[in-house]
Structures are given as structure tokens and as C-alpha cells.
T-cell receptor, first 110, second 116 residues
């Protein structure tokens, strides 16, 4: 079964609005990462948050991690049409493979 | 420096044929991953190489799938007797472990495999 599950599966917003995506997982982790995929090919790493961290920022991105609830959220502020993509969370542990969720498809309408 | 590269970018083959997919990771990256992604779906883990350790093959879907990593660098994913359900985009990623901690994965552009 999937370790990471993103929610919602699809999200459609207007340009300038904020977009929030959530990721839930089942077992303990060492770190959680968010990736973006624009065209069904390679993924681009957005941000990594470790289990001892609660929040991280990178530009318009804000990621939170709640290990007690086994969940993470990705917030994209002031969204742009170029943010339209699929967003995946991946959970990892030392020396083990990463497990990706099925992704959230974000559409930012102009 | 150069990113992760994969070849070929597209491969069309007939059912029953063998295919080889290649991945050139970023130089110095100790970990290499193979994933498979069907249209509109998430990533399915296939295999993971970490340094000189035995690879984690737990994601390989059948014994028709195998992978090797020569000299701790280039990796080849081989699919024998291809089936139509093998059609997907095969993604490779590499990462560098520092101090025993995993870091971000850098993905290649993928190989789109179509089995007719």
C-alpha cells in the first residue's frame, strides 16, 4: 500500500490564490520531500523537511510536518499559471528507498 | 554540472522482445533509483542501489525485470520478454548521502517505453 497519500487528488484555483496540498503517511519517517512534475517526465525537487523539523520555507512554498499526525502540507502562495503541475510527496528513511504518493494535480487558471 | 541522463528517451518495441534502459547518474552520487510511472499515475518504486550495498529489489514486479549498476555509476534496467502492461515512463534518480542522511533525488527525463 502507498506510504504517502496526497490530498486532494486534483485542485483547481485562480491565479493569485493560495494552493494547499496535504500528504499523509503510515509509518515513522526520517524525512519527507515534495516534488513537482510538469510534463509527465522528470520530477523536480521542491523541498525536504526532516522529522525533527516542523516548518520550512522556500520562496512561495511553505511546508509543514506534523509527525504526531503523520501528515505534511505544502502551501503555494500567490499561485501562478506556471505552478500548474502534479505535486508528489515522498517519504524516506535512512538507507531505504523513497515511497511516493499518487500526487495532486494542480491547475492554476489565469 | 550535468544532471541525470537517460537513454533512449523513447522506445517502441514489440511484445516479447527484450529492452535495455540506461541511466547515467550525477557524478559522485552514491544512490540510484529506478521508478515506473504509468499515464496519470504516481511513481512506482522498482529498485534502489546504494554504494556497494546489495540493491533493494523489492519493487521489481516480476523476474522479467532486472537492473545492474556498474562501477557504482551507470545503471541499466533490463526488461525481458516485454508485455503490453510494461508500457510506462521509466524514471531514474540519483542522490548523495551525506553523514548517513538521505538528500534530495535528482531525476532524469525518463524513458517512455511503448510495447505494441
Amino acid at each position: 500500500s502507498q506510504q504517502g497519500e496526497e490530498d486532494p487528488q486534483a485542485l483547481s484555483i485562480q491565479e493569485g490564490e493560495n494552493a494547499t496540498m496535504n500528504c499523509s503517511y503510515k509509518t515513522s519517517i526520517n524525512n519527507l520531500q515534495w516534488y513537482r512534475q510538469n510534463s509527465g517526465r522528470g520530477l523536480v525537487h521542491l523541498i525536504l523537511i526532516r522529522s525533527n523539523e516542523r516548518e520550512k520555507h522556500s520562496g512561495r512554498l511553505r511546508v509543514t510536518l506534523d509527525t504526531s499526525k503523520k501528515s505534511s502540507s505544502l502551501l503555494i502562495t500567490a499561485s501562478r499559471a506556471a505552478d500548474t503541475a502534479s505535486y508528489f510527496c515522498a517519504t524516506g528513511n535512512y538507507g531505504q528507498n523513497f515511497v511516493f504518493g499518487p500526487g495532486t494535480r494542480l491547475s492554476v487558471l489565469p | 554540472g550535468a544532471g541525470v541522463s537517460q537513454s533512449p528517451s523513447n522506445k517502441v518495441t514489440e511484445k516479447g522482445k527484450d529492452v535495455e534502459l540506461r541511466c547515467d547518474p550525477i557524478s559522485g552520487h552514491t544512490a540510484l533509483y529506478w521508478y515506473r510511472q504509468s499515464l496519470g499515475q504516481g511513481l512506482e518504486f522498482l529498485i534502489y542501489f546504494q554504494g556497494n550495498s546489495a540493491p533493494d529489489k523489492s519493487g521489481l514486479p516480476s523476474d522479467r525485470f532486472s537492473a545492474e549498476r556498474t562501477g557504482g555509476s551507470v545503471s541499466t534496467l533490463t526488461i525481458q520478454r516485454t508485455q503490453q502492461e510494461d508500457s510506462a515512463v521509466y524514471l531514474c534518480a540519483s542522490s548523495f548521502r551525506r553523514g548517513g542522511r538521505e538528500n534530495e533525488q535528482f531525476f532524469g527525463p525518463g524513458t517512455r517505453l511503448t510495447v505494441l
